[in-house]
């Protein structure tokens, strides 16, 4: 059909996984762990779904910011095939009468194209901390304030910020205004200084490269291989969560697309019992002429969530992390994935057999 065309070209790759999964893997003892980019809604497959609705049912908007109404010929236009002007995706906005390429359902996939530019996807993003940094601000530079001055190679940074201008014996919390803005932010620039050693001697270097306090972990990181040396520097850094797309990992722009009144990133927050009501309003707001699509589109989720739900999941969101799943979870998941590709015969029998001592397991959870 339509739709089952469309979503064998939206992901291939999916979907001859999922034919190929045994029972026999679904029901391993520990799930494989699920990578950064894994949640829910990649895990079920119910994500690629949920694209195609946004690409297919939603309703656009154009460069000129005007809310662009769904009709059956944007879903069509996904259809064409990709040759610039009048191919795949051009739309023509009926407010200004302006084309422009809509998105596609690969454009919403967060772990390629749609990726958040700052976190890659990840929903999460890694920033030096300041008070990892300079941790005890009554030290002086000297004694050793600026902590990302004392890795290796980098022993000499006290006497660069000397040269530079900034009192070395001060505590650093005493430190005139524009002397932190040095540490922390000061330019990449190279000066000669002079090291004295223990011994009274006086080491000269013609080109001492400063690197202010965040620099020298970045620049540390960027040329050490060495597992332990990584470690070690990424105390410095803590994760939260990402500036950019707060953390639901899609590019800010493709949240203008709606589905009714709800973005990509709303939906992907629903629970799936949240979801399964969702989707009546969804016909309800579509054109008549759009229904039959809908309901190709929409049968696909539904017949993917309910196994899901029959297992007991129904509370989780398809944004939710893989990697923060029980093993229970993750293998009821598994298991759907299993059933949907296996005759109900055969899950009969697989539920019949007391000695399938992982179904207690994931009965139990
Ligand atoms: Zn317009
Ligand atoms: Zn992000």
């Not at 992901?11 to 520990?30: C, E, K, T």
């Not at 030290?139 to 940074?157: D, H, K």
């Not at 709303?266 to 949240?274: A, H, I, Y």
Request: with cysteine.
């Amino acid at each position: 059909t339509y739709t089952r065309r469309r979503l064998g070209q939206t992901s291939p790759a999916a979907a001859d996984s999922v034919r190929h999964i045994p029972s026999a893997i679904a029901l391993r003892q520990r799930p494989t762990v699920p990578g950064i980019r894994s949640t829910v809604g990649t895990a079920t497959e119910a994500l690629n779904v949920i694209r195609l609705m946004f690409s297919r049912l939603g309703s656009p908007v154009c460069p000129n910011g005007h809310r662009v109404s769904p009709t059956l010929d944007i879903a069509k236009a996904m259809d064409l095939p990709n040759d610039g002007e009048s191919g795949m995706g051009m739309i023509t906005c009926p407010t200004c009468g302006v084309r422009f390429m809509a998105f596609a359902a690969e454009d919403f996939a967060f772990n390629s194209t749609g990726a958040c530019p700052t976190c890659g996807g990840t929903g999460q993003a890694r920033t030096l901390a300041a008070n990892r940094l300079i941790p005890d601000q009554t030290l002086t530079i000297r004694q050793g304030a600026v902590a990302s001055w004392r890795l290796p190679g980098r022993n000499f940074m006290p006497f660069v910020a000397q040269a530079i201008g900034i009192d070395i014996d001060t505590p650093f919390q005493d430190l005139p205004k524009d002397q932190p803005e040095q540490v922390w932010h000061g330019e990449r620039k190279k000066y000669a200084i002079n090291i004295p050693s223990k011994t009274g001697k006086i080491f000269h270097m013609d080109h001492a490269q400063y690197e202010n306090a965040f620099n020298a972990v970045e620049d540390s990181l960027a040329t050490t291989k060495n597992e332990r040396a990584i470690q070690r520097l990424n105390r410095f850094y803590e994760f939260g969560i990402c500036p950019t797309c707060h953390g639901s990992r899609f590019a800010p722009k493709l949240l203008s697309q709606h589905l009714v009144d709800q973005n990509i990133a709303q939906v992907s927050d629903m629970t799936l019992t949240q979801l399964a009501a969702f989707i009546p309003e969804i016909y309800h707001w579509l054109p008549a002429d759009m229904q039959s699509l809908a309901h190709d589109i929409i049968q696909e989720l539904t017949q993917l969530l309910k196994p899901i739900m029959d297992l007991g999941l129904s509370y989780l969101t398809l944004s939710r992390a893989a990697a923060s799943l029980s093993t229970g979870e993750l293998q009821r998941i598994q298991l759907s994935r299993t059933l949907r590709t296996e005759t109900p015969a055969s899950f009969t029998s697989l539920m019949n057999r007391p000695s399938a001592c992982m179904l207690q397991t994931f009965l139990d959870c």
